[in-house]
């Protein structure tokens, strides 16, 4: 009875022990899965930070051909200011001198 008892309880124990090896095993699977997931989401991260920091490189790049472009646009509004004046000017003056000849032909 004793050697009954013995051996069951050895059975017992090599049950038990094969239960803590698949327990470990799981754990192990467990612990490698979080790992994964982990490293996919730090890469996922990374990925995100970098294009942000693009999207601000894009945006700095893009406001600063709009300050050229509205800058060149000032410039072309003064020169056209500039012409237009010009213009105006050569016309009174052509204005006056029909007047000097209209006076100078009527007397």
Do not use: C, F, N, W
């Not at 050697?3 to 309880?9: E, F, K, T």
């Not at 213009?87 to 001198?97: G, H, N, P, R």
Request: proline letters at 0%; charged letters at 25%.
């Amino acid at each position: 009875a004793q050697q009954q008892q013995q051996q069951q309880a050895r059975q017992e124990l090599q049950e038990l022990q094969a239960q803590q090896q698949r327990l470990q095993a799981h754990q192990r699977e467990h612990e490698q899965a979080v790992q994964k997931l982990q490293q996919e989401q730090a890469e996922s991260a990374r990925a995100h930070a970098q294009a942000i920091e693009q999207a601000k490189v894009q945006a700095e790049q893009q406001r600063a051909a709009a300050d050229v472009a509205a800058s060149q646009l000032m410039q072309q509004r003064d020169e056209a200011a500039q012409r237009r004046r010009a213009v105006e000017k050569d016309l009174a003056d052509l204005q006056e001198q029909l007047y000097l000849a209209r006076a100078a032909a009527a007397a």
